[in-house]
């Protein structure tokens, strides 16, 4: 951080992979962070590590989430919202896409970011503060096999986009760091529903797969700029990627 006021961030997701990391970082930047996600004894270790704040929240309920910005609230102003809950779920071809797959991915990445971006949103105005959203190279390339989470980022990349437009002439600054091939414990495991094996195979052979510290490394920076720089988009890869269909991988 650029100054010694202690400066308040919300992460979703909290409980593992990017989301996970950039509490660590904007803790050890010297951030208080609330750490929002579902799984309440993974916050309380991160928590017992790191100092922040856990609040057991599901962005994609109401309910839960309208409490949670409560608790954050109570507790004073909030200079960033940081996006980081989402996931893919599957990757089956349209013609056979189980619509459950994509509702569940809708609801997370698209409806869960809309929903808690609505309600820190005024609170943000008034600390001149950031909306960050963890989108994904899905969302600018789509690829066989990837329609329904490539479609839901898409979806959150535009969302970003045009409430950077709504935003202009407020002080508020609105932020989509986009990643590539990031190797975390749960991402692929989770869309291929738990098979290891196929998970394995995403990363196999790729030389240095990015981690989810280094998206956390963006975060940090993006928001460590002075309030009057929007960084407006970071697309971030691993050398070893071109794009999702150009992936070195060693033989």
């Known amino acids: ?16 992979g990017i989301g996970a990391a950039t509490v660590r970082t904007l803790t050890t930047e010297g951030w208080k962070v609330f750490a929002l996600a579902r799984r309440e004894e993974r916050l309380a270790s991160l928590a017992a590590e790191t100092g922040c704040t856990p609040v057991v929240a599901d962005i994609t309920d109401e309910d839960s989430t309208t409490a949670a910005v409560r608790t954050i609230l109570a507790a004073g102003p909030v200079k ?8 893919a779920v599957g990757k089956d071809p349209v013609a056979t896409a189980n619509l459950d797959d994509w509702r569940a991915m809708y609801e997370l990445n698209v409806l869960g970011t809309l929903r808690i971006t609505q309600k820190l949103l005024p609170a943000l105005k008034e600390s001149a503060g950031s909306v960050l959203v963890i989108s994904s190279t899905a969302g600018i390339e789509p690829y066989e096999g990837g329609a329904g989470y490539c479609a839901s980022k898409f979806a959150e990349r535009v969302m970003a986009r045009v409430l950077r437009l709504e935003m ?25 529903h738990g098979d290891e094996s196929k998970a394995a195979a995403v990363y196999a052979g790729v030389p240095d797969p990015l981690k989810a510290e280094d998206i956390a490394e963006c975060v940090r920076w993006a928001l460590d700029q002075p309030d009057t720089v929007d960084v ?9 990627e071109g794009s999702y269909t150009k992936v070195f991988r060693n033989a």
């Open 1 to 16: 951080m650029t100054n010694n006021v202690v400066k308040t961030a919300v992460v979703t997701g909290a409980s593992s």
């Open 80 to 87: 960033a919202l940081v996006n980081c809950a989402g996931g």
């Open 168 to 192: 202009i002439g407020e002080p508020i600054r609105v932020i989509d760091i986009a990643p590539g091939m990031v190797k975390t414990d749960e991402f692929s495991v989770k869309r291929f």
């Open 232 to 240: 407006d988009s970071i697309v971030v890869r691993p050398r070893a």
